[in-house]
Protein backbone atom coordinates (compact mmCIF):
# COMPACT_ATOMS: atom_id res chain seq x y z
CA UNK A 1 0.00 0.00 0.00
CA UNK A 2 2.61 2.72 1.01
CA UNK A 3 4.71 1.65 -1.67
CA UNK A 4 2.03 2.25 -3.91
CA UNK A 5 1.36 5.68 -2.43
CA UNK A 6 5.31 6.60 -2.66
CA UNK A 7 5.48 5.69 -6.88
CA UNK A 8 2.31 7.69 -7.49
CA UNK A 9 3.73 10.31 -5.89
CA UNK A 10 7.10 10.40 -6.91
CA UNK A 11 5.36 10.79 -10.60
CA UNK A 12 3.29 13.25 -10.16
CA UNK A 13 6.30 15.64 -8.46
CA UNK A 14 8.24 14.17 -12.05
CA UNK A 15 5.60 14.68 -14.14
CA UNK A 16 4.78 18.20 -12.88
CA UNK A 17 7.66 19.46 -12.28
CA UNK A 18 9.73 18.11 -15.10
CA UNK A 19 8.01 16.41 -17.73
CA UNK A 20 5.26 18.99 -18.41
CA UNK A 21 7.54 21.89 -19.00
CA UNK A 22 9.36 20.17 -21.26
CA UNK A 23 6.04 19.10 -23.39
CA UNK A 24 5.07 23.05 -23.01
CA UNK A 25 8.04 23.85 -24.97
CA UNK A 26 7.79 21.07 -27.09
CA UNK A 27 4.14 22.37 -28.25
CA UNK A 28 5.30 26.06 -27.72
CA UNK A 29 6.94 26.40 -30.48
CA UNK A 30 4.46 24.90 -32.84
CA UNK A 31 1.65 27.08 -31.61
CA UNK A 32 1.46 28.85 -35.03
CA UNK A 33 2.39 25.82 -36.88
CA UNK A 34 5.77 24.83 -38.58
CA UNK A 35 5.96 27.89 -40.11
CA UNK A 36 6.24 29.82 -36.98
CA UNK A 37 9.11 27.54 -36.09
CA UNK A 38 10.69 27.71 -38.62
CA UNK A 39 11.00 31.21 -38.85
CA UNK A 40 11.79 31.84 -35.23
CA UNK A 41 15.08 30.07 -35.32
CA UNK A 42 15.95 31.10 -39.14
CA UNK A 43 15.65 35.08 -38.09
CA UNK A 44 19.22 36.33 -38.77
CA UNK A 45 19.79 36.98 -35.28
CA UNK A 46 18.90 33.90 -34.65
CA UNK A 47 21.46 31.73 -36.66
CA UNK A 48 24.04 34.45 -35.39
CA UNK A 49 22.71 33.84 -31.37
CA UNK A 50 23.37 29.98 -32.47
CA UNK A 51 26.57 30.13 -34.30
CA UNK A 52 27.97 32.52 -31.08
CA UNK A 53 26.66 30.00 -28.78
CA UNK A 54 28.84 27.16 -30.77
CA UNK A 55 32.21 28.78 -31.25
CA UNK A 56 31.83 29.57 -26.89
CA UNK A 57 31.18 26.02 -26.39
CA UNK A 58 33.85 24.71 -28.71
CA UNK A 59 36.74 27.24 -27.48
CA UNK A 60 35.44 26.58 -23.59
CA UNK A 61 35.27 22.99 -23.65
CA UNK A 62 38.79 22.50 -25.20
CA UNK A 63 40.74 24.89 -23.05
CA UNK A 64 38.34 23.44 -19.60
CA UNK A 65 39.33 20.02 -20.75
CA UNK A 66 43.05 20.62 -21.08
CA UNK A 67 43.39 22.54 -18.24
CA UNK A 68 41.51 20.82 -16.33
CA UNK A 69 42.87 17.79 -16.97
CA UNK A 70 46.71 19.19 -16.00
CA UNK A 71 45.50 20.86 -12.83
CA UNK A 72 44.05 17.54 -11.52
CA UNK A 73 46.74 16.13 -12.23
CA UNK A 74 49.11 18.44 -10.41
CA UNK A 75 46.71 18.87 -7.29
CA UNK A 76 46.53 15.35 -7.15
CA UNK A 77 50.66 14.55 -7.71
CA UNK A 78 52.37 16.99 -7.80
CA UNK A 79 55.44 16.62 -5.01
CA UNK A 80 56.60 20.24 -5.36
CA UNK A 81 52.98 22.50 -3.80
CA UNK A 82 53.34 22.12 -0.32
CA UNK A 83 50.20 19.39 1.55
CA UNK A 84 48.57 22.70 3.01
CA UNK A 85 48.72 25.09 -0.51
CA UNK A 86 47.69 21.87 -1.67
CA UNK A 87 44.61 21.85 0.28
CA UNK A 88 43.90 25.50 0.02
CA UNK A 89 43.65 25.24 -4.15
CA UNK A 90 41.87 22.20 -3.55
CA UNK A 91 39.30 24.53 -1.57
CA UNK A 92 39.58 26.93 -4.11
CA UNK A 93 38.53 24.91 -6.83
CA UNK A 94 35.35 25.18 -5.99
CA UNK A 95 34.94 28.80 -5.85
CA UNK A 96 32.91 29.22 -8.56
CA UNK A 97 29.62 26.86 -7.49
CA UNK A 98 28.93 29.69 -4.86
CA UNK A 99 29.11 32.28 -6.64
CA UNK A 100 26.17 33.48 -8.85
CA UNK A 101 26.65 33.81 -12.49
CA UNK A 102 25.76 37.57 -12.58
CA UNK A 103 28.65 38.14 -9.92
CA UNK A 104 31.04 35.95 -11.93
CA UNK A 105 30.09 38.54 -15.21
CA UNK A 106 30.29 41.29 -13.14
CA UNK A 107 33.94 40.42 -11.92
CA UNK A 108 35.06 40.35 -15.35
CA UNK A 109 33.80 43.69 -15.97
CA UNK A 110 35.22 45.11 -12.82
CA UNK A 111 38.48 43.63 -14.10
CA UNK A 112 38.47 43.92 -17.53
CA UNK A 113 35.80 46.36 -18.66
CA UNK A 114 36.67 49.72 -20.39
CA UNK A 115 37.11 52.09 -17.44
CA UNK A 116 40.03 49.88 -16.15
CA UNK A 117 43.91 49.80 -16.37
CA UNK A 118 43.95 46.50 -18.20
CA UNK A 119 40.97 46.82 -20.46
CA UNK A 120 42.36 50.13 -21.83
CA UNK A 121 45.76 48.51 -22.38
CA UNK A 122 44.12 45.96 -24.58
CA UNK A 123 41.82 48.26 -26.32
CA UNK A 124 44.63 50.19 -27.02
CA UNK A 125 46.00 47.27 -28.66
CA UNK A 126 43.12 46.82 -30.41
CA UNK A 127 41.53 43.92 -28.26
CA UNK A 128 38.03 44.35 -27.20
CA UNK A 129 37.35 42.11 -24.21
CA UNK A 130 34.17 42.79 -22.24
CA UNK A 131 31.30 43.46 -24.75
CA UNK A 132 33.03 41.20 -26.89
CA UNK A 133 33.75 37.64 -27.57
CA UNK A 134 36.95 37.06 -25.43
CA UNK A 135 35.24 38.18 -22.37
CA UNK A 136 31.99 35.79 -23.28
CA UNK A 137 34.48 33.50 -23.58
CA UNK A 138 36.46 33.96 -20.12
CA UNK A 139 33.24 34.39 -18.16
CA UNK A 140 31.90 30.48 -19.47
CA UNK A 141 35.59 29.94 -18.44
CA UNK A 142 34.90 31.05 -15.18
CA UNK A 143 31.16 28.87 -14.40
CA UNK A 144 32.33 25.80 -15.82
CA UNK A 145 36.08 25.55 -13.83
CA UNK A 146 35.38 23.44 -11.19
CA UNK A 147 33.49 20.59 -13.58
CA UNK A 148 36.54 18.94 -14.98
CA UNK A 149 38.70 18.57 -12.40
CA UNK A 150 36.10 17.66 -10.03
CA UNK A 151 34.97 14.64 -12.53
CA UNK A 152 38.96 13.79 -13.00
CA UNK A 153 40.57 14.24 -9.37
CA UNK A 154 38.52 10.93 -7.49
CA UNK A 155 39.61 9.06 -10.54
CA UNK A 156 43.59 9.88 -10.31
CA UNK A 157 43.25 9.03 -6.23
CA UNK A 158 41.99 6.23 -6.92
CA UNK A 159 44.53 4.94 -9.45
CA UNK A 160 46.94 5.84 -7.52
CA UNK A 161 50.87 6.74 -8.92
CA UNK A 162 52.47 3.15 -9.10
CA UNK A 163 51.13 2.66 -12.33
CA UNK A 164 53.01 6.08 -13.45
CA UNK A 165 55.88 5.35 -11.43
CA UNK A 166 56.71 1.90 -12.94
CA UNK A 167 56.59 2.65 -16.26
CA UNK A 168 58.57 5.96 -15.88
CA UNK A 169 61.33 3.73 -14.32
CA UNK A 170 61.16 1.18 -17.11
CA UNK A 171 62.39 4.65 -19.16
CA UNK A 172 59.06 5.37 -21.22
CA UNK A 173 58.80 9.15 -21.94
CA UNK A 174 56.70 10.90 -20.22
CA UNK A 175 53.82 11.59 -23.27
CA UNK A 176 53.89 7.68 -23.40
CA UNK A 177 53.17 7.07 -19.62
CA UNK A 178 50.16 9.40 -19.71
CA UNK A 179 48.67 8.10 -22.72
CA UNK A 180 49.31 4.50 -22.06
CA UNK A 181 48.95 4.50 -18.60
CA UNK A 182 47.14 7.25 -16.91
CA UNK A 183 44.72 8.08 -19.62
CA UNK A 184 42.85 4.94 -19.96
CA UNK A 185 41.33 4.85 -16.30
CA UNK A 186 41.05 8.88 -16.46
CA UNK A 187 38.96 8.28 -19.71
CA UNK A 188 35.41 8.43 -19.17
CA UNK A 189 36.04 10.98 -16.21
CA UNK A 190 36.95 13.16 -18.90
CA UNK A 191 34.46 12.22 -21.21
CA UNK A 192 31.29 13.21 -18.61
CA UNK A 193 33.31 16.23 -17.55
CA UNK A 194 33.08 17.16 -21.28
CA UNK A 195 29.60 16.13 -21.46
CA UNK A 196 29.11 18.69 -18.53
CA UNK A 197 31.07 21.13 -19.71
CA UNK A 198 29.93 21.45 -22.98
CA UNK A 199 25.87 21.09 -21.28
CA UNK A 200 27.11 24.36 -18.75
CA UNK A 201 28.77 26.75 -21.39
CA UNK A 202 25.33 25.82 -23.74
CA UNK A 203 23.31 27.13 -21.18
CA UNK A 204 25.60 29.89 -19.60
CA UNK A 205 22.75 33.08 -19.25
CA UNK A 206 23.88 35.30 -16.22
CA UNK A 207 27.66 35.74 -16.73
CA UNK A 208 27.33 36.04 -20.42
CA UNK A 209 24.32 38.15 -20.12
CA UNK A 210 26.51 40.95 -18.27
CA UNK A 211 29.53 40.55 -19.85
CA UNK A 212 28.02 40.53 -23.77
CA UNK A 213 25.81 43.82 -23.35
CA UNK A 214 23.76 41.44 -25.30
CA UNK A 215 24.15 43.36 -28.69
CA UNK A 216 21.93 41.84 -31.08
CA UNK A 217 23.64 40.20 -33.92
CA UNK A 218 27.29 40.95 -32.57
CA UNK A 219 27.31 39.53 -28.97
CA UNK A 220 24.20 37.41 -28.64
CA UNK A 221 24.19 33.86 -27.73
CA UNK A 222 21.31 31.56 -27.92
CA UNK A 223 20.30 32.03 -24.58
CA UNK A 224 20.62 35.70 -24.32
CA UNK A 225 18.43 35.61 -27.58
CA UNK A 226 15.61 33.85 -25.62
CA UNK A 227 15.71 36.56 -22.87
CA UNK A 228 15.06 39.26 -25.46
CA UNK A 229 12.38 37.32 -27.37
CA UNK A 230 10.41 37.10 -23.87
CA UNK A 231 11.34 41.00 -22.75
CA UNK A 232 9.85 42.07 -26.50
CA UNK A 233 7.01 39.54 -25.76
CA UNK A 234 7.58 37.24 -29.00
CA UNK A 235 7.21 34.31 -26.93
CA UNK A 236 6.75 31.77 -30.04
CA UNK A 237 10.21 33.07 -31.32
CA UNK A 238 11.77 32.45 -27.93
CA UNK A 239 10.02 29.30 -28.05
CA UNK A 240 11.99 27.93 -31.53
CA UNK A 241 15.16 28.72 -29.89
CA UNK A 242 14.52 27.25 -26.52
CA UNK A 243 13.12 23.92 -28.01
CA UNK A 244 16.76 23.69 -30.25
CA UNK A 245 18.49 24.10 -26.79
CA UNK A 246 16.37 21.79 -25.30
CA UNK A 247 16.65 19.13 -27.59
CA UNK A 248 20.18 19.59 -27.45
CA UNK A 249 20.43 19.49 -23.72
CA UNK A 250 17.97 16.06 -23.99
CA UNK A 251 20.44 14.63 -26.39
CA UNK A 252 23.32 15.79 -23.40
CA UNK A 253 21.35 13.96 -20.81
CA UNK A 254 21.49 10.94 -22.88
CA UNK A 255 24.54 11.06 -23.51
CA UNK A 256 25.77 11.98 -19.33
CA UNK A 257 24.02 8.44 -18.76
CA UNK A 258 26.09 6.66 -21.31
CA UNK A 259 29.20 8.16 -19.94
CA UNK A 260 27.92 7.67 -16.42
CA UNK A 261 27.64 3.94 -16.87
CA UNK A 262 30.94 3.70 -18.77
CA UNK A 263 32.82 5.45 -15.81
CA UNK A 264 31.25 3.00 -13.57
CA UNK A 265 32.05 -0.66 -15.38
CA UNK A 266 35.89 1.26 -15.83
CA UNK B 1 53.51 12.74 -12.74
CA UNK B 2 57.25 13.25 -12.29
CA UNK B 3 57.62 10.99 -15.24
CA UNK B 4 54.77 12.99 -17.42
CA UNK B 5 57.24 16.69 -17.17
CA UNK B 6 60.46 15.77 -16.53
CA UNK B 7 62.39 18.11 -19.12
CA UNK B 8 63.42 21.18 -17.09
CA UNK B 9 62.42 23.62 -19.06
CA UNK B 10 59.21 22.31 -19.83
CA UNK B 11 57.77 21.44 -16.31
CA UNK B 12 58.53 25.06 -15.19
CA UNK B 13 56.69 26.34 -17.97
CA UNK B 14 53.71 24.15 -17.68
CA UNK B 15 53.81 24.43 -14.01
CA UNK B 16 53.48 28.59 -14.36
CA UNK B 17 51.39 28.51 -17.11
CA UNK B 18 48.56 26.01 -15.36
CA UNK B 19 49.09 28.09 -11.76
CA UNK B 20 48.73 31.18 -13.35
CA UNK B 21 45.97 30.27 -15.55
CA UNK B 22 44.15 28.99 -12.22
CA UNK B 23 44.58 32.30 -10.33
CA UNK B 24 43.85 34.76 -12.98
CA UNK B 25 40.52 33.26 -13.63
CA UNK B 26 39.43 31.86 -10.21
CA UNK B 27 41.19 34.12 -7.14
CA UNK B 28 41.86 37.00 -9.04
CA UNK B 29 38.29 37.87 -9.81
CA UNK B 30 37.09 37.31 -6.46
CA UNK B 31 39.50 39.55 -4.62
CA UNK B 32 38.86 41.93 -7.09
CA UNK B 33 35.04 42.27 -6.40
CA UNK B 34 35.87 42.20 -2.30
CA UNK B 35 38.56 45.47 -3.11
CA UNK B 36 36.02 46.99 -5.37
CA UNK B 37 33.29 46.91 -3.46
CA UNK B 38 35.40 48.78 -0.70
CA UNK B 39 37.16 51.01 -3.09
CA UNK B 40 35.81 54.19 -1.98
CA UNK B 41 35.91 53.27 1.57
CA UNK B 42 33.36 52.06 4.18
CA UNK B 43 30.52 54.68 4.16
CA UNK B 44 29.75 54.25 -0.22
CA UNK B 45 29.71 50.68 1.25
CA UNK B 46 26.88 50.83 3.76
CA UNK B 47 25.51 53.24 2.43
CA UNK B 48 25.33 50.64 -0.73
CA UNK B 49 24.18 47.55 1.38
CA UNK B 50 21.31 49.67 3.48
CA UNK B 51 19.85 50.80 0.93
CA UNK B 52 16.30 49.29 1.53
CA UNK B 53 15.84 48.13 -1.91
CA UNK B 54 18.92 46.29 -1.87
CA UNK B 55 18.99 44.37 1.63
CA UNK B 56 14.68 43.80 0.54
CA UNK B 57 16.45 41.99 -2.19
CA UNK B 58 18.85 40.10 -0.02
CA UNK B 59 16.52 38.80 2.29
CA UNK B 60 13.66 37.96 -0.27
CA UNK B 61 16.20 36.03 -1.77
CA UNK B 62 16.83 34.14 1.54
CA UNK B 63 12.98 33.76 2.28
CA UNK B 64 12.73 31.89 -0.95
CA UNK B 65 15.40 29.87 -0.97
CA UNK B 66 15.12 28.80 2.25
CA UNK B 67 10.77 27.50 1.12
CA UNK B 68 12.80 26.07 -2.09
CA UNK B 69 14.91 23.94 -0.12
CA UNK B 70 12.72 23.18 2.34
CA UNK B 71 10.49 21.47 -0.19
CA UNK B 72 13.55 20.19 -2.13
CA UNK B 73 14.06 18.07 1.24
CA UNK B 74 10.67 16.63 1.49
CA UNK B 75 10.19 16.03 -2.26
CA UNK B 76 13.96 14.87 -3.05
CA UNK B 77 14.29 12.26 0.17
CA UNK B 78 11.17 10.93 -0.65
CA UNK B 79 12.37 10.56 -4.76
CA UNK B 80 15.86 9.64 -3.75
CA UNK B 81 14.02 6.80 -1.60
CA UNK B 82 11.86 5.55 -3.93
CA UNK B 83 14.15 5.84 -6.82
CA UNK B 84 16.57 3.87 -5.05
CA UNK B 85 14.44 1.39 -2.95
CA UNK B 86 11.42 0.22 -4.79
CA UNK B 87 11.45 -1.66 -8.63
CA UNK B 88 8.39 -0.38 -10.40
CA UNK B 89 8.08 0.38 -14.60
CA UNK B 90 9.67 3.84 -15.71
CA UNK B 91 12.21 3.75 -13.12
CA UNK B 92 15.28 4.15 -14.56
CA UNK B 93 14.06 7.06 -17.02
CA UNK B 94 13.02 9.04 -14.17
CA UNK B 95 16.16 8.64 -12.47
CA UNK B 96 17.82 9.64 -15.87
CA UNK B 97 15.16 12.58 -16.10
CA UNK B 98 16.87 13.88 -12.43
CA UNK B 99 19.62 15.69 -14.01
CA UNK B 100 17.50 17.46 -16.66
CA UNK B 101 17.67 20.68 -14.88
CA UNK B 102 21.49 20.64 -14.93
CA UNK B 103 21.62 20.06 -18.02
CA UNK B 104 18.70 22.44 -19.52
CA UNK B 105 19.78 26.09 -19.89
CA UNK B 106 18.32 27.98 -17.35
CA UNK B 107 16.49 30.73 -19.40
CA UNK B 108 15.07 27.33 -21.09
CA UNK B 109 13.77 26.41 -17.70
CA UNK B 110 12.65 30.12 -17.00
CA UNK B 111 10.65 29.92 -20.11
CA UNK B 112 8.90 26.79 -19.66
CA UNK B 113 7.78 27.92 -16.02
CA UNK B 114 6.11 31.19 -17.81
CA UNK B 115 4.60 29.33 -20.77
CA UNK B 116 2.93 26.33 -18.04
CA UNK B 117 1.71 29.11 -15.23
CA UNK B 118 1.85 32.30 -17.15
CA UNK B 119 -1.24 33.80 -17.21
CA UNK B 120 -2.90 32.36 -20.70
CA UNK B 121 -2.23 29.06 -19.67
CA UNK B 122 -4.15 26.53 -17.82
CA UNK B 123 -2.75 26.60 -14.66
CA UNK B 124 -2.61 30.06 -14.49
CA UNK B 125 -5.71 30.65 -15.37
CA UNK B 126 -7.41 28.04 -12.84
CA UNK B 127 -5.07 30.09 -9.96
CA UNK B 128 -6.15 33.40 -11.17
CA UNK B 129 -9.77 32.50 -10.63
CA UNK B 130 -9.37 31.36 -7.12
CA UNK B 131 -7.40 34.87 -6.15
CA UNK B 132 -3.64 33.04 -6.61
CA UNK B 133 -0.99 34.88 -8.92
CA UNK B 134 1.42 32.73 -9.57
CA UNK B 135 3.58 34.61 -12.27
CA UNK B 136 5.36 37.83 -11.74
CA UNK B 137 4.95 37.15 -8.16
CA UNK B 138 6.80 35.07 -5.09
CA UNK B 139 5.44 31.44 -5.89
CA UNK B 140 6.73 31.66 -9.24
CA UNK B 141 10.06 32.44 -8.20
CA UNK B 142 9.99 29.51 -5.47
CA UNK B 143 9.24 27.00 -8.55
CA UNK B 144 12.13 28.08 -11.06
CA UNK B 145 14.46 28.17 -7.72
CA UNK B 146 12.56 24.50 -7.17
CA UNK B 147 13.43 23.47 -10.52
CA UNK B 148 17.08 24.55 -11.06
CA UNK B 149 18.06 22.82 -7.37
CA UNK B 150 15.90 19.35 -7.65
CA UNK B 151 18.82 17.21 -8.25
CA UNK B 152 21.29 17.96 -5.70
CA UNK B 153 19.47 16.52 -2.72
CA UNK B 154 18.40 13.06 -4.33
CA UNK B 155 21.98 13.20 -6.10
CA UNK B 156 23.65 13.37 -2.21
CA UNK B 157 21.31 11.04 -0.41
CA UNK B 158 21.91 7.67 -3.46
CA UNK B 159 25.17 6.92 -2.93
CA UNK B 160 24.36 6.54 1.06
CA UNK B 161 20.75 4.70 0.37
CA UNK B 162 23.13 2.60 -1.60
CA UNK B 163 26.10 2.20 0.37
CA UNK B 164 23.95 0.59 3.55
CA UNK B 165 24.28 -2.02 5.00
CA UNK B 166 20.39 -4.05 5.06
CA UNK B 167 21.14 -6.07 8.09
CA UNK B 168 20.80 -3.11 10.38
CA UNK B 169 17.61 -2.29 9.10
CA UNK B 170 16.47 -6.10 8.68
CA UNK B 171 17.64 -6.12 12.73
CA UNK B 172 15.13 -3.08 13.88
CA UNK B 173 12.38 -5.93 12.61
CA UNK B 174 13.79 -8.30 13.94
CA UNK B 175 13.69 -6.76 17.14
CA UNK B 176 9.90 -5.93 16.99
CA UNK B 177 10.35 -1.94 15.67
CA UNK B 178 7.50 -0.54 13.51
CA UNK B 179 8.12 0.37 9.91
CA UNK B 180 8.02 4.31 11.47
CA UNK B 181 10.10 3.29 14.06
CA UNK B 182 13.07 1.65 12.15
CA UNK B 183 12.41 4.36 9.47
CA UNK B 184 13.51 7.22 12.10
CA UNK B 185 16.13 5.59 14.45
CA UNK B 186 17.61 3.65 11.51
CA UNK B 187 17.25 5.20 7.39
CA UNK B 188 16.93 8.47 8.20
CA UNK B 189 20.17 9.11 10.48
CA UNK B 190 21.87 7.16 7.50
CA UNK B 191 20.31 9.54 5.02
CA UNK B 192 21.23 12.68 7.10
CA UNK B 193 24.43 13.91 5.99
CA UNK B 194 23.47 13.51 2.53
CA UNK B 195 20.34 15.39 3.28
CA UNK B 196 22.61 18.14 4.66
CA UNK B 197 24.76 19.18 2.37
CA UNK B 198 22.21 18.59 -0.37
CA UNK B 199 20.09 21.04 0.83
CA UNK B 200 22.89 23.21 1.71
CA UNK B 201 23.94 23.11 -1.74
CA UNK B 202 20.78 23.58 -3.26
CA UNK B 203 20.25 26.66 -0.96
CA UNK B 204 23.11 28.34 -2.26
CA UNK B 205 22.24 27.55 -5.84
CA UNK B 206 19.14 28.69 -5.40
CA UNK B 207 20.42 32.61 -3.48
CA UNK B 208 22.84 32.44 -6.31
CA UNK B 209 19.97 32.02 -9.16
CA UNK B 210 19.32 34.55 -11.73
CA UNK B 211 18.10 33.24 -15.36
CA UNK B 212 15.63 30.92 -14.52
CA UNK B 213 14.47 33.52 -12.07
CA UNK B 214 14.70 36.93 -14.03
CA UNK B 215 11.87 35.52 -16.72
CA UNK B 216 9.16 34.34 -14.28
CA UNK B 217 9.93 37.21 -11.54
CA UNK B 218 8.38 40.34 -12.69
CA UNK B 219 11.55 42.12 -10.88
CA UNK B 220 9.27 44.65 -9.22
CA UNK B 221 11.51 46.56 -6.81
CA UNK B 222 10.80 46.13 -2.71
CA UNK B 223 8.75 42.96 -3.78
CA UNK B 224 9.82 40.27 -6.30
CA UNK B 225 13.02 41.68 -6.93
CA UNK B 226 15.84 39.05 -5.56
CA UNK B 227 19.29 40.00 -5.17
CA UNK B 228 20.72 38.69 -8.69
CA UNK B 229 19.06 40.57 -10.73
CA UNK B 230 19.16 43.76 -8.35
CA UNK B 231 23.03 43.17 -9.11
CA UNK B 232 22.28 43.02 -12.56
CA UNK B 233 20.39 45.97 -12.53
CA UNK B 234 22.86 47.60 -11.08
CA UNK B 235 25.31 46.96 -13.75
CA UNK B 236 23.07 48.11 -16.10
CA UNK B 237 22.28 51.21 -14.69
CA UNK B 238 26.19 51.41 -14.24
CA UNK B 239 27.18 51.33 -10.37
CA UNK B 240 29.24 48.71 -10.47
CA UNK B 241 29.97 49.88 -6.78
CA UNK B 242 26.84 49.31 -5.23
CA UNK B 243 26.48 45.96 -7.57
CA UNK B 244 29.87 45.11 -5.74
CA UNK B 245 28.53 45.73 -2.40
CA UNK B 246 25.37 43.22 -2.63
CA UNK B 247 27.48 40.61 -4.47
CA UNK B 248 30.08 41.01 -1.46
CA UNK B 249 27.17 40.29 0.77
CA UNK B 250 25.77 37.59 -1.54
CA UNK B 251 29.05 36.20 -1.76
CA UNK B 252 30.25 35.65 1.75
CA UNK B 253 26.95 33.97 2.55
CA UNK B 254 27.48 31.29 -0.26
CA UNK B 255 31.25 31.01 1.31
CA UNK B 256 30.14 30.06 4.42
CA UNK B 257 27.56 27.42 2.99
CA UNK B 258 30.35 25.73 1.19
CA UNK B 259 32.85 25.79 3.74
CA UNK B 260 29.67 24.00 6.19
CA UNK B 261 29.46 21.45 3.55
CA UNK B 262 33.15 20.63 2.65
CA UNK B 263 33.38 20.55 7.07
CA UNK B 264 30.65 17.83 6.68
CA UNK B 265 31.72 15.71 4.05
CA UNK B 266 35.32 15.93 5.05
CA UNK B 267 34.03 14.91 8.82
CA UNK B 268 32.08 11.82 7.00
CA UNK B 269 35.32 10.68 5.57
CA UNK B 270 37.32 10.93 8.24
CA UNK B 271 35.30 8.10 9.74
Do not use: C
Not at chain 2, 162 to 187: C, H, N, P, Q
Amino acid sequence: MMRRLWITLTYIVFGLLLIAPLIKIFTGSWAEGWNGFIEGITRPQSLHALMMTGIIVVVVTVLNTVFGIMLAMYLVRAEWIGRRIKRLLNSLVDLPFAVSPVIGGLMIVLMLGPNTIIGTMFEDAGIKIVYALPGMILATLFVTFPLMVREVMPVLQEIGAQQEEAASTLGAYSWYTFWKVTWPSIRWGVIYGVVLTVARSLGEFGAVLVVSGNIMNKTQTATTLVYQDVENFNVVAANGVALVLAAFSVGLLLLMEWAKKRKEVH
Amino acid sequence: MNALFRGKGWSFGFRSAIMLYFIILIVLPIVGIYTQSFSLGWTPFWESISDPLAWKAVLLTVKLAVIATLLNVFLGTMIGWVLIRYRFPGRRFLNSLVDLPFALPTAVGGLMILLLLGPNSFVGGLAEKIGIEIVFHEPAIIVAMLFVTFPFVIRAIQPLLEEMDKSEEEAAYTLGASRAKTFFSVIFPTMLPGILSGAMLAFSRGIAEFGAVVLVAGNIPGKTLIASVYIFGEIESSNPQGAAAVSVMLLTLSFLILWTVNLIQGRRGGQ
